[in-house]
């Protein structure tokens, strides 16, 4: 599986965003997919996420501000963000967990990453 994060930018404060997460490969095998970001001088942090069911969860700083969702046609996860706030600014990256079978019917659990995509929130 290949995902490509796309949408930062810069934006000033209260401002919006919309980032995408585009992934290529073997895209049935996906079982979720996560939005992360990393501050500077910061460890990476999980965000938002969206399970195959359609379920989502949100870190507690952006609970009613960002919004995940999925268009499957597209093969696209994205991540809507609102009242954006300069403690936003981070690089956002994508992730997707897959699950596959082997040829002996083993499960096998993986998990790719995009490149990521900044975002910056200007006071």
């Known amino acids: 599986v290949q995902l490509q994060a796309s949408g930062g930018g810069l934006v000033q404060a209260g401002g919006s965003l919309r980032l995408s997460c585009v992934a290529s490969?073997?895209?049935?095998?996906?079982?979720?997919t996560e939005w992360h970001r990393q501050a500077p001088g910061k460890e990476r942090k999980l965000v938002a996420d969206?399970?195959?069911?359609?379920?989502?969860s949100y870190e507690d700083s952006v609970k009613g501000r960002f919004t995940i969702s999925r268009d499957n046609a597209k093969n696209t996860v994205y991540l809507q963000m609102y009242g954006l706030k300069p403690e936003d600014t981070a690089v956002y990256y994508c992730?997707?967990?897959?699950?596959?079978?082997?040829?002996?019917?083993?499960?096998?659990?993986?998990?790719?990453w995009g490149k990521g995509t900044q975002v910056t929130v200007s006071s």
């Open positions: 992730r997707a967990h897959t699950l596959s079978y082997t040829s002996s019917g083993e499960p096998e659990v993986a998990a790719y």
């Open positions: 969206i399970n195959r069911g359609g379920s989502t």
């Open positions: 490969g073997n895209i049935r095998s996906i079982t979720s």
